[in-house]
């Protein structure tokens, strides 16, 4: 058993999302996302075959889901389920500080 | 899908720790736990018939397994996989601040 930190990083901005998967069985991935002002491409919509529980640890964002006017800013310990097949796209992150996402994806 | 968040709390202290099922399937149950000072009872041990991923959010803790020496001390952000049968005791949680606590229990 050896503790790990969902926090740490390493510091230096990055120009890709890291995407670390942290476990994973036949039902479900639990997954790390560390954002540093990445949003998604203009236009485009993420549209999950899995549904997704996702919470924001650190930073903060902008999460727009399809037909809402506004993206809802999520903050620190926010947690939202995103069900299969629900259009949304991140507007923002915060283009100062790491944006660190916890998302459990299952099926 | 409504944002909740997961280190918003009650702040009165409270004689018992809370246990708060965020997402349940019929293989894993994501849960929230608050802890205020507890610590698992004088010679007892946890012995789950389930897998536990479990990460301190807000807090500290001292978590303990069977064998070892000393409580492993968790601060935010820490995680750590507890396997099945894997015998462990929480020494202590911060008797000052809310312990806040995410875990995945998993089959």
Chains 1, 2 share one sequence.
Do not use: C
Request: charged content about 30%; cysteine-free; glycine content about 6%.
């Amino acid at each position: 058993m050896e503790i790990a930190n969902l926090l740490a990083t390493r510091m230096e901005p990055k120009r890709e999302e890291i995407f670390e998967t942290l476990l994973e069985t036949d039902r479900f991935r639990l997954e790390r996302i560390i954002s540093t002002g990445q949003a998604t491409p203009a236009g485009q919509w993420y549209d999950q075959e899995k549904n997704e529980w996702v919470a924001l640890l650190s930073g903060s964002a902008g999460l727009l889901f399809e037909g809402e006017r506004e993206p809802r800013v999520m903050e620190p310990g926010d947690y939202v389920l995103i069900p299969s097949r629900r259009r949304h796209r991140v507007e923002w992150t915060d283009p100062d500080h790491e944006t660190v996402w916890l998302a459990l994806h299952y099926w």
